[in-house]
Every structure is written in C-alpha cells, then in structure tokens.
C-alpha cells in the first residue's frame, strides 16, 4: 500500500505562495486517485484539490480556484500543491490523500493519508 509524507509548510504572510509536495512510497501516485485536504482548527476537514487517476482532470474546490494548481511529477511519485495568492482564511494543516478505486470530495472516501503539513498566513 502507498505511503504518502506532505512536506512545505511553513509561515507566509499573505500575498505570498508556497509548494507543498506529497512523496509517495509503496506505490506509484498513477494508480491512484489523489486529493488536497486541509484542516483549520475547530473546522472539518476540506477538500482542496483533486486528480483522477484515469483522467488526470482536476477538481478545484471554489475557494482555490484561480490560486492553486496542482501537479505531478512524471515519475508518479510526487504530487505538487502550488499555492499563490496566499490569505489568512488558507492558514490549515494540508493533508494529501489516495484511493485506488474512489475520487471525490469527501474525506471519508480516501483509504491513504499523510500526517499533514502546516501552512500559516498571516495577515
């Protein structure tokens, strides 16, 4: 089974951009389907981004259109969260997600997880 680490958190003040890479061991990110979560404290978890595995087309959740993009590698063994425009509301631990069979927007629906990476923006 993949094994996913988030790494590139950190502090920005808003305005300004961070990468977040997803690294996957065990598997080859191809196979799966793979989302961007995040997590503010005291909120739900929220679906970012996705990609299909079969398609490769991207679902932006409505707040990050426009600013975020996300990528993989060709190796298929990093996934990219490139984050411009950055603003307070996007302060959250990130959290990258996996499924071999299912892709949505639903936390409950992804089988593999990281441990996250903390993002803060201050204003």
């Known amino acids: 089974q993949v094994q996913l680490v988030e790494s590139g958190g950190e502090l920005v003040q808003a305005g300004g951009s961070l990468r977040l890479s997803c690294a996957a061991s065990?598997?080859?990110?191809?196979?799966?389907?793979m989302a961007w979560f995040r997590q503010a404290p005291g909120k739900q978890r929220e679906f970012v981004v996705g990609?299909?595995?079969?398609?490769?087309?991207?679902m932006y959740a409505d707040s990050v259109k426009g600013r975020f993009t996300c990528s993989r590698d060709n190796a298929q063994t990093t996934m990219y969260l490139q984050m411009n425009s950055l603003k307070p509301e996007d302060t959250a631990v990130y959290y990258c997600?996996?499924?071999?069979?299912?892709?949505?927007?639903?936390?409950?629906?992804?089988?593999?997880w990281g441990q996250g990476t903390q993002v803060t923006v201050s204003s």
């Open positions: 990609i299909s595995r079969t398609t490769d087309r991207l």
């Open positions: 065990g598997g080859t990110l191809g196979n799966y389907n």
């Open positions: 997600a996996a499924d071999s069979l299912r892709y949505s927007q639903f936390p409950s629906h992804y089988a593999y």
